[in-house]
């Protein structure tokens, strides 16, 4: 229904939108919640959501895990999605969810590379890539952090990152690797000449966190908000419409590093993450307590640090084969 000055209201996907944007949730997120609950919409004959309820949340969500037997992180994924859509768009509770079928959740031991293997996997790499792919080892960060590194969180004095708003909302000290702090270093620098181009040229802005944009109206130009990863090129903010330099896309450094584990003849199923599981594992091996790995890796339980415990290079559990 039309308001009284001739404007339709937003549509339901757009009111979406706008309430992702206020709560300054991902791009990432925001594409994603808005898959799901157009998924939800078609399996309800797109019927509006307002006329449906706790029946029809549980009905899809049971399809999901029954049907197209998605697996529990993606059935969680879609929950979260309708859930936001119900509280935060159409002010209404969404429910108990007490009939819902959840998705099996698999038990998985993660994946590790040895010592010998990363090193052949970093050797098979060269220049920015490889300085990205021995921070995810060497200081166990996520992609995204990696990603989203920026000048001022980079400490040579005190051989240190700091990783801000991490999984969480979390900010976390991890080690600078030694052997890439002078290439780091000569990067960096590198970066700041493109940097100073790029204002010369009437760019040279970067997206802000939150609403740190409207504080400090002039940050988004200081060198030391830039990204110390920044794109090749500069591109239009697909929410603001501002061109400016954003950082590296994910998929570049997961290719480059997927491509380096097949030509060092890796046959492990590995990526970008398994760099992570890799780094947590080797410092338990060299002994460290389990706590300081938990507040390397940014763990908020530390039930999910104790799964490297299980992949120590112990073999099978610890068992000596009777083979032997």
Sequence with gaps: MASNTGHAPPRLLDQVRNAIRTRHYSLKTEKCYIQWIRQYI??????????LGEKEITLFLNHLAVDRQVASATQNQALCAIVFLYKHVLYQEPGEFKNLIWAKQPVRTPTVL????????????????????????????????????????????????????????????VPLPHTIKERLNLHINSVKKQHEKDLQNGYGSVEMPFALARKYPNAEYAWKWQYVFPARRISKDPRS??????????????????????????????????????????????GYDIRTVQELLGHKNVN????????????GRGVVSPAD
């Design 114 to 173: 040895s010592r010998d293997e990363v090193k052949s996997v970093l050797l098979q790499m060269s220049g920015t890539y490889q300085m990205m792919a021995t921070l995810l080892y060497g200081a166990g960060l996520r992609l995204s952090e990696c990603l989203r590194l920026r000048v001022k969180d980079v400490d040579f004095d005190y051989n240190q990152l700091i990783i801000r708003d991490s999984k969480g909302n979390k900010d976390r000290v």
């Design 304 to 315: 999910t640090t104790m799964i490297y415990t299980h992949v120590l290079n112990k073999g």
């Design 42 to 51: 078609f399996f309800h004959n797109k019927q509006h959501p307002e006329k």
């Design 241 to 286: 419409g501002i061109e400016r330099r954003h950082h590296l896309y994910d998929t570049v450094l997961q290719k480059a590093v997927k491509t380096a584990i097949r030509k060092a003849g890796i046959t492990k199923h590995a990526g970008c993450h398994t760099l992570r599981h890799s780094f947590a594992t080797h410092l338990l091996e060299d």
